[in-house]
């Protein structure tokens, strides 16, 4: 691991009192219309270090430009744990205070304004998978689809529950998340529409760093290893959908139609300062999934919703990565105990993560009870569920000693559902 000493500072202005300072460093992949090639960059400030153009300088030396200059992350995740961590010491010798790079000549070639650059997706996903480690939201799900008296389900504290989500739907943030049409359940059969219960999910993501081999479980005590980063990730789902769906087999088209990710990957390293650690599971859980210093990190997790019509947005949810049953680390272990392999790029979301106040809840089917209690916003508009126009923005930070580590933005508005021919 490789913490940053928070008395650094970056050279560049204002970037120490950004959710980018010099102790944070995440990694995105961009373009510019004067150079249109994606390629990796880490974010500073307001501003993009242009990695591959600094390899190129000379100014690189554990990560070749051809890792660099590629258009996801994942050769640059594929190098491994220790690459990882040379880079970011690297990195972080550059960009601080007294680097020659503050006076290099062409720094203003390697240093452009995020204004000025479009994100792309990071990685190529190849799968992702959608856990449901938080035990608030796992309760309230469980007491708003199924039974009150007996909401967490008999094997949710033996087994990290997930399922295969669909790699193919997931979309960087920004792009219009299309209302989507579905079997809608009534009292004579289902109707095939646009979903009237159209919600958000507040998660975080897990970008994976290493192929693991078929055949061979990763080891809880090795599962931190394999993990290159953290995203903000929402599971757009269409609720009635869901609920006449998802017996016996889990969620399907539900879940499928869209998920939105933030640009920026934020270091495991960037966070270990934030490290919290998990109270002990009752009961206890099987060896494989038995963990030493079981942890999350204390990151706060902000939700807003701003109506189409509306010129400001409401604060909806503030929650926390700390509120999760299960770590990173149990369900990576969990997910290889079969055999399964995983591989670079592969994305698991936590689930959603609900604290225990009414504040801190992260869908709207817990805010609203299902729609049986509508929220009301700042601009006297009411939600039961979204509507079209609604723009929703996520937000992550973890505070300490006045540094800010943030994830950036993760904002996509809803667009009204597409005429699917009848007949
Ligand atoms: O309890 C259920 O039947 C389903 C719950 C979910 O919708 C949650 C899911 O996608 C996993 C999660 O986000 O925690
Ligand atoms: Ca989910
Ligand atoms: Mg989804």
């Known amino acids: 691991m490789h913490t940053i000493d928070f008395a650094l500072r970056a ?7 950004s959710e980018f300072p010099l102790q944070n460093l995440p990694y995105g992949i961009f373009n510019t219309a004067r150079a249109p090639r994606p390629r990796v960059g880490v974010a500073i400030g307001d501003q993009i270090l242009d990695l591959a153009a600094a390899a190129q300088a000379g100014l690189l030396v554990s990560v070749s430009a051809d890792a660099l200059l590629q258009p996801t992350l994942n050769a640059l995740a594929a190098l491994g744990r220790a690459r990882w961590t040379a880079l970011r010491a690297e990195l972080a010798a550059l960009l601080q205070e007294g680097s020659p790079l503050a006076t290099y000549p062409q720094a203003t070639q390697l240093l452009v304004p995020q204004a000025e650059a479009r994100m792309h997706l990071p990685f190529a996903i190849g799968g992702f998978t959608d856990f449901y480690a938080s035990e608030n939201h796992a309760y309230n799900c469980g007491c708003l689809f199924r039974d009150p008296a007996n909401a967490l389900p008999p094997n949710w504290k033996h087994i990290p529950i997930g399922y295969n989500g669909r790699a193919s739907s997931v979309m960087l943030g920004g792009a219009p998340v299309v209302r989507p049409n579905g079997q809608l359940p009534g009292k004579e059969g289902p109707s095939w529409g646009p979903t009237q219960s159209l919600d958000f999910e507040l998660e975080i993501g897990v970008f994976i760093g290493r192929d693991t081999e078929l ?8 599962a931190q290893d394999a993990i290159f980063g953290v995203v903000l990730l929402n599971d757009w789902s269409a609720r009635e959908v869901q609920r006449w769906e998802y017996a016996p087999l889990g969620p399907f088209q539900a879940k499928a139609f869209h998920t939105s990710i933030s640009p920026w990957v934020v270091p495991l390293d960037a966070l270990q300062p934030f490290r919290v650690a998990l109270p002990p599971q009752q009961p206890t859980v099987l060896p ?11 990151v706060q997790l902000s939700v807003s919703l701003q109506p189409g019509t509306a010129d400001r947005a409401t604060p909806i949810s503030c929650s926390n990565l700390q509120h999760l049953y299960w770590s990173f680390e149990q369900l990576i272990a969990h997910h290889t105990g079969s055999g399964c392999n995983l591989r670079v790029g ?4 936590t689930g959603t993560i609900s604290g225990t106040d009414h504040d801190a809840l992260g869908c709207m089917l817990e805010m609203t009870r299902n729609g049986q209690e509508p929220l009301h916003l700042l601009t006297g508009e009411a939600r039961r569920f979204l509507e079209d126009g609604d723009t929703l923005r996520f937000s992550a930070q973890a505070h300490q000693g006045g540094i800010r580590i943030g994830f950036g933005e993760l904002c996509s508005t809803v667009a009204p559902a597409v005429a699917y021919p009848q007949g």
């Open 11 to 17: 050279f560049v202005p204002g970037a120490q009192d």
């Open 346 to 349: 592969d994305l698991l979301g």
């Open 288 to 298: 494989y999934l038995q963990q030493a210093q079981r942890h999350s990190y204390d």
């Open 215 to 222: 055949g061979q479980p990763l080891p809880v005590a090795q």
